[in-house]
C-alpha cells in the first residue's frame, strides 16, 4: 500500500487526534469548573465550622489557632464600633438643621417665598 493509498486513513487519524484533543480540551475546562465548585463548596464549609467554634468558645482557645481566634476577635469588635459610628452620624444626619427660613405666621422653615404651609409671606 502506497502513500496515497493511505492517506484516507492517516487523514482520518489525524482528524480523530484533532477531535480527541479536543474533546480532552472541553474534559480539562469542565473538571477545571468542577474543582472549583467544590473548593467554594469547601471554603464555605471550613467558613461554618469556624463560626461555629468561634461561637462555641467564648474563652480559651488553643494555642495553635489563637491568633487567628485573636483576629476574628479584634475584626467582630471594629466591625461593632463602625456599626455605632454609622449610627450615631445617621443620627446627626438626621437632627441637622433644615435649610431655610422660619415662617413668621406658623413657624414652618421653607426656601420659598411663601410658605408651603399656611401661605404667608417667608420675609428675609
Ligand atoms: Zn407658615
Redesign the pocket.
Known amino acids: 500500500m502506497s502513500f496515497f493509498d493511505e492517506l484516507p486513513q492517516r487523514a482520518r487519524g489525524m482528524a480523530g487526534a484533532v477531535g480527541e484533543k479536543a474533546r480532552e480540551a472541553v474534559d480539562s475546562a469542565k473538571i477545571s469548573a468542577a474543582i472549583l465548585t467544590e473548593k467554594r463548596e469547601l471554603s464555605k464549609n471550613y467558613h461554618a465550622i469556624g463560626q461555629w467554634y468561634v461561637c462555641e468558645h467564648s474563652g480559651e482557645v488553643p494555642e495553635a489557632i489563637a491568633d487567628v481566634v485573636a483576629a476574628v476577635r479584634a475584626s467582630q469588635e471594629k466591625i461593632s464600633e463602625l456599626q455605632a459610628r454609622r449610627e450615631a452620624a445617621e443620627a446627626a444626619e438626621a437632627v441637622e438643621e433644615p435649610e431655610g427660613a422660619v415662617?413668621?405666621?406658623?413657624?414652618?422653615i421653607?426656601v420659598s417665598k411663601f410658605?408651603?404651609?399656611?401661605?404667608?409671606p417667608?420675609g428675609e
Open positions: 415662617c413668621p405666621v406658623c413657624g414652618k421653607s410658605c408651603p404651609h399656611c401661605g404667608a417667608m
